[in-house]
């Protein structure tokens, strides 16, 4: 590393994405210094489900079997009226074709325990209590300013990545827009632990009562959470009070054994920031976008963040690719995290309908398609476009993560290299590319599974990124030309 930079990366944040960047990030080789202004992490939850995209992302840290006992996997997701006729359902698979089950409920403060000890493990530099102040950028790194115990001084990097939050400091420092989706609604968010919850369903659901819309989880353990959307009128003083609480959850004839773990107002609103990238410094996570939560994608999507991002910047410090990869970032991320937002705005204005005459019109149209066989909402989440991939079939997509009889998962034969995956394929590449010949012991697990995914995109290989994500499907050499001119790297004759 040159004497001008004290790291190659500076991340501002350790919520779960800051946690995840700079996890990835520091397996990729890179040296990283995390920073977060709070003294300890969050000690109360957040965010409530992720996906088997993420649990994929925490199996390449290395800490899915060490958070898998902390979460638990909902029967379902449902989206009921106020009688409890079924509108939406959408049944949670224990496992899919990534490898994981598709859903998981958690307890946030657990989950980013085992990713701090992961940091440590991993060596990367964590300090806590620092504040980030003011940054300058120049054409070979960017120096922040930052606040620790009453001292300041300055860090060189090579760049900075704001994980800072949806009131982002790095977002404000580069004076970068937010676009508004025009959607913004308080709720009380109440987080509980229940001694005794047997009673209590284990699932999902959106409740669309318009004389209050309601959403329940069933979370790790003995936790639950409920979400009351607040009508107009109504103050967060007289919503935050005991006695309202207690109303609000007797339908569920708990309360006599609930503790509150955490009571707030909160405003669910969808935000993009116009930009997502300002030469050196990056945002990722709440920083670059916000949605409602009846996706169940804020988190993920800030963890998708970083695993689009953290190879790409060892691609460029490390390995010798262009630097304008970056600009694919936001290029590949925007328009996959608009369209949750969108989806996440839909079922929102499902659930938040407050008049009585509109509600029982949405129900009767949606029970009527429901019956003909019809859902209203999908979450079947875009592959990637555009950026770094090329245009062949299935470029964009993720790559299934099979499963052989023993129980182990394809992506441990991955070794964080970009991966060509296939029949025919050369003894050896002068690119820093992983070759799995289909042919070879090691795949003998697999083969079944990628002989007829390839035979579906009529390829003889597919080339991964290190994020999991085709970038294309064909025959062998092609694909290692492609890669060569897409990040840089040319092939020597």
Known sequence: MSRNHDYDVLVVGLGPVGDALTALASLRGLSVLAIDKSPAPFPLPRAAVFDHEIMRIFQEIGVADRILPLCRVPDRYQFRTASGDLLLDFPVKPLGAFGWAETYALHQPAVEAVLRERLAELGASVELGTTFEELEQDGDGVTATLLRDGERRTVRARYLVGCDGSWSPIREALGIKLHDFRFDEPWLVLDTIVDEPGDLPIVCQQICDPQRPVTYMAMSGKRFRWEFMLKPGEVPETMLADATICDLVAPWNCADRMQVERKAIYRFHGLVAEKWRDRRVLLAGDAAHQMPPFAGQGMCSGIRDTANL????????????????????????????????????????????????????????????????????????????????????????????????????????????????????????????????????????????????????????????????????????????????????????
Request: charged share 25%.
């Open 310 to 493: 953290a190879w790409k910047l060892a691609a460029v410090v490390l390995g010798g690719a262009r630097e304008s990869i970056l600009d694919t970032y936001q290029v590949e991320r925007e328009p996959h995290v608009r369209a949750i937002i969108e989806t996440a705005i839909a079922m929102g204005k499902v659930v938040c309908m407050l008049d009585p005459d509109a509600a029982a019109q949405r129900d009767r149209d949606m029970l009527a398609r429901k019956a003909a066989g019809a859902q209203d909402v999908s979450v079947a989440y875009p592959d990637l476009r555009g950026g770094l991939l090329s245009e062949t079939p299935l470029a964009g997509a993720l790559l299934p993560q099979p499963r052989a009889p023993d129980g182990q998962r394809f992506d441990t034969l991955l070794n964080g290299a970009p991966a060509l995956i296939g029949r025919h394929l050369p003894a050896e590449t002068e690119l820093d590319v992983q070759l799995l010949d289909l042919a070879s012991a090691p795949l003998a697990p697999f083969r079944s599974a990628f002989e007829h995914w390839l035979d579906k995109a009529n390829a003889d290989a597919v080339l991964i990124r290190p994020d999991r994500h085709v970038f294309a499907t064909g025959r062998a050499d092609e694909l290692l030309n492609l890669w060569s001119a897409a990040i840089g790297q040319p092939i020597a004759a």
